[in-house]
């Protein structure tokens, strides 16, 4: 299974993807877009080439639904956003 951070915000209109590694720029994402209203942040869990689904992280936290060394991940991004 692969993971990645998923960032949506002006209402679905933009989308980014960052790898699961790269906590570091969801952290920066989360500390300039924490005021609007219509940004969120979701970790996509690929089941294969076209089957996926997504948790919500951001601005509620669903992370226990994941493994141990996601949710780490998971928490370094949250850290400097809230």
Do not use: C
Request: aromatic share 18%; no cysteine; hydrophobic share 30%.
């Amino acid at each position: 299974m692969r993971y990645e951070f998923y960032i949506y915000t002006k209402d679905g209109e933009d989308t980014w993807n960052w790898s699961i590694d790269n906590w570091n720029l969801v952290q920066d994402d989360i500390k300039q877009n924490q005021h609007d209203k219509s940004f969120s942040v979701e970790v996509q869990r690929w089941h294969g080439d076209s089957d996926f689904d997504f948790v919500e992280i951001y601005p509620k936290d669903d992370s226990k639904y994941l493994p141990l060394y996601i949710q780490q991940k998971v928490k370094r991004a949250l850290q400097g956003g809230k």
